[in-house]
């Protein structure tokens, strides 16, 4: 029986619930997040080769306000964290999505301690949130002109 896109969207008790299910069951987490605003082949790139790292892969998509703080613009983020959300949970390779709104996941990573924490090669491992509560970090190299920014850079020239 497939999974719904509205129960892959979880709360912080339920994420924990599942974890702990994965956990007993011997099942590897990988843990990514991001804003996600214009979903588009970088995302899908970077969520890939993290779903490749383990056996479940938890997707933390910032919040509206979270974003806000981010000094992406005042524009930004042009998606609603639902909408946002829905986008990451409705792939095949994401077992739960959930909506954070502090600065950073580092709760939600404290909380989870993944065995695999991922994010973009535009990191250094030192500058990786919550590395300190994952097994490992893997950065994974982005995709020479794949941004949200400039994908609406683009959209504003045309």
């Not at 080769?49 to 910032?62: F, G, H, Q």
């Not at 390779?93 to 065995?115: K, S, W």
């Not at 970090?137 to 850079?153: C, D, F």
Request: charge should be neutral; charged fraction near 30%; proline fraction near 3%.
């Amino acid at each position: 029986m497939k999974t719904s896109v509205a129960d892959k969207i979880v709360l912080f008790d339920r994420l924990c619930e599942l974890t702990a299910g994965w956990r007993k069951r011997g099942e590897t987490i990988a843990f990514t997040n991001g804003v996600f605003d214009i979903l588009h082949r970088g995302h899908l790139n970077s969520l890939e080769r993290a779903a490749d790292l383990a056996d479940r892969l938890i997707v933390a998509v910032n919040s509206d306000r979270s974003v806000r703080g981010l000094g992406k613009g005042e524009e930004r983020p042009l998606n609603r964290e639902q909408d946002r959300a829905a986008l990451i949970a409705a792939l095949a390779i994401v077992d739960a999505a959930i909506i954070f709104d502090e600065p950073t996941p580092l709760e939600l990573i404290r909380a989870v301690r993944p065995n695999v924490l991922v994010k973009g090669g535009d990191y250094a491992v030192n500058e990786v949130v919550g590395r300190e509560f994952a097994d490992r970090v893997v950065l994974v190299e982005t995709l020479p002109g794949y941004s949200t920014s400039s994908l609406i850079a683009r959209i504003k020239c045309s």
